[in-house]
């Protein structure tokens, strides 16, 4: 049981449907603790209709800052008082600061990714980046990484028009990196892949419900000098990675960007570095 919560004690929470299965409250919890630092974090499942309710309380109630995941992240954005610029950009918030009682609305996923890969001592500045997958994950770490300097993205998606929406974000609003977006065929995406350094899984494929599955057929598409990333977390190893491992690739799942997206926004709260070791150690 927490004996630390004070009179004092500010709160930092989780707005999401469902929340359950967050590891956010954990993490923080944990790091809190472990710096003596006096805040609470709590997951809070709310329904699509009470996000705006549910932001107004958190004014009310004086909340230091809160995350926010599937499916509020677009929609809460109405709610905010001011949004960074990459997240107008990718046009979805993770993290939110009551900054003197101004809520301002930030997306750490993908600058999570873009540390978790300098973490691994993988270059993307100047490279070819190919990514898989055009949800919202996909929409955050390819937004991001061409912010930060990737010379060219290019998206694969089963449903293509979906990767030409983000495609053509990233061409309108950053001039020096380019975008292209091409239908999910194995054919063309070994092509596009032998001048790439990095790819990246950034749709579903290889969870739960289709844990013996790949959203590429066969490892003979894929060569040696690539990095390669899957969001994915749970299971650790998706079929995708063993196969990049069977080629000879380097890889990482996606605990490191889970971790980071994390500490960016402890640090945007608290204004310290979140004990990474500790909470590698503890919950990952
Ligand atoms: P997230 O927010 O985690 O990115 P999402 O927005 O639902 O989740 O996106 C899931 C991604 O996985 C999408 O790119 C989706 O492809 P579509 O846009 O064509 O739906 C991709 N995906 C999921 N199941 C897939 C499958 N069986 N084959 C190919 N792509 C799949």
């Known amino acids: 049981m927490n004996t630390y919560i004070k009179g004092s004690t500010r709160l930092i929470g989780l707005l999401g449907n469902p929340v359950k299965h967050s590891k956010s409250p954990h993490m923080h919890n944990l790091c809190f603790e472990k710096l003596g630092l006096d805040y609470v974090y709590m997951a809070f499942g709310i329904q699509d209709n009470l996000i705006g309710k549910s932001v107004d309380a958190m004014r009310i109630l004086n909340f230091k800052g809160f995350n926010v995941t599937m499916p509020h992240k677009q929609r809460v954005m109405d709610f905010l008082d001011e949004i960074s610029e990459d997240a107008k950009i990718i046009g979805s918030v993770n993290t939110v600061v009551n900054n003197n009682g101004r809520l301002i609305g930030y997306n750490t996923d993908g600058r999570g990714f873009v540390k978790a890969l300098e973490e691994e001592g993988q270059g993307f500045k100047d490279e070819k980046i190919i990514i898989i997958g055009a949800g919202g994950a996909s929409k955050s770490i390819s937004i991001q990484l061409a912010f930060d300097g990737a010379r060219e993205v290019v998206l694969f998606n089963r449903t293509t028009h979906k990767a030409q929406e983000i495609s053509d974000i990233i061409n309108k609003e950053m001039p020096n990196?380019?975008?292209?977006?091409?239908?999910?065929?194995?054919?063309?995406?070994?092509?596009?892949?032998?001048?790439?350094?990095?790819?990246?899984?950034?749709?579903?494929?290889?969870?739960?419900?289709?844990?013996?599955?790949?959203?590429?057929?066969?490892?003979?598409?894929?060569?040696?000098?690539?990095?390669?990333?899957?969001?994915?977390?749970?299971?650790?190893?998706?079929?995708?990675l063993f196969q990049a491992e069977e080629v000879g690739c380097r890889t990482m799942n996606g605990t490191s960007m889970l971790l980071y997206q994390g500490a960016l926004a402890f640090k945007m709260w608290t204004g310290k570095d979140m004990p990474i070791e500790d909470v590698k150690e503890r919950i990952f």
């Open 177 to 240: 990196s380019k975008a292209r977006a091409l239908e999910l065929d194995e054919k063309i995406l070994k092509k596009e892949l032998k001048d790439s350094k990095v790819l990246i899984n950034a749709t579903s494929i290889g969870m739960k419900d289709t844990i013996d599955k790949s959203v590429i057929t066969s490892p003979n598409i894929l060569h040696k000098d690539l990095f390669v990333a899957d969001i994915i977390y749970a299971p650790s190893k998706t079929k995708f």
